[in-house]
């Protein structure tokens, strides 16, 4: 005799009423990316992990909130010790666990003297871009607390460093969504982590205040097209880490710099005809992208990035 559906579903209720608790959801997921690269994405927030005998380099560390699970996950893929941490900007959204990451860490020597230094408590080296360094500590107040600043910070659009058996380029982009924003590009195992630069879900992000320019972004985008490759019919190759969102490959960088480069002209043109901002916002140039990247609420809305883009065009 066929069991009726009641009873498979007073069964169900059953199994699902006496079945343990579920663990929750872990925030931070871990993806094998190419070579000895792995992304780390979270919630608000995408971090790079390269792995190796000399230990683990890390770009970005994410919000304060998830440092214990941002080191659990790097745990889990090596017992080395974290060696670097690369800044691709100050946000706190990349920057909020430096303190935390980077006390966990140990510094080595440069050149070609691998042992460590003499005292192992200073954590690992933290790399950015020496705005990044001046925004952090400026003030009578500064914006994150001395530990969580860059101990070494370079001038001028590359820093290249060896590690891993691997070239790793740390690549400033001047006044784009920051004036102090770069990328990281892992050259052998082609792989590049972009920071906020490029991102999945949203407008880029525009900061004004430290030197955000929407041309800068462009030219950030631009310049992770010239790096990626494609591999087959335009997908695959090149792989890129966004600052937030998922994995992506050129195409998807394609699309993301064609939708910014279109709404700029639009700003644009509005302005050269005499609109002013209220105008342009009524006037909607971002509509038909609006489904995908849009946002009426949070910290970063479709208006605020009309806005930025604007203002930075009026400069």
Partial sequence: MRRSSVGAICISLFVAATAPAQTQEPRLHVLPVQGDVYMIAGPNANAAVQVGDQGVLVVDTMPAALSDEFLAAIAKLSDKPIRYIVNTSFLPEYTGGNERVRKAGVT???????????????????????????????????????????????????????????????????????????????????????????????????????????????DGLNRILEITVPSHEEEGGT?????????????????????????????????????????????????????????????????????AVYKSLKK
């Fill in 108 to 218: 080595i020597t440069g050149a070609n003297v691998a042992r460590d230094i003499g005292d192992a408590a200073l954590g690992s080296a933290l790399l950015a871009h020496e705005s990044v360094l001046d925004t952090m500590s400026a003030g009578k107040t500064p914006l994150r607390p001395a530990g969580a600043w860059p101990t070494d910070a370079f001038v001028g659009l590359r820093k290249a460093i060896y590690f891993n058996g691997e070239p790793v380029e740390v690549l400033h982009i001047p006044d784009s969504t920051t004036d102090g924003s770069s990328m990281v590009w892992f050259r052998r195992a082609d792989v590049v982590s972009t920071g906020a630069i490029f991102v999945t879900d949203a407008y880029p992000f525009i900061d004004l205040e430290h030197g955000g320019n929407i041309n800068g972004v462009l």
């Fill in 239 to 307: 792989l890129v880490i966004p600052g937030r969102g998922r994995l992506c490959d050129e195409a998807d960088v394609v699309t993301y710099r064609d939708m910014i480069a279109v709404i700029r002209n639009r700003i644009r043109n509005m302005i050269a005809k005499g609109m002013t901002l209220e105008q342009v916002k009524q006037a909607k140039p971002t509509f038909e992208y609006d489904r995908e990247y849009g946002r009426t609420t949070g910290p970063w809305t479709t208006d605020m990035f009309v806005e």
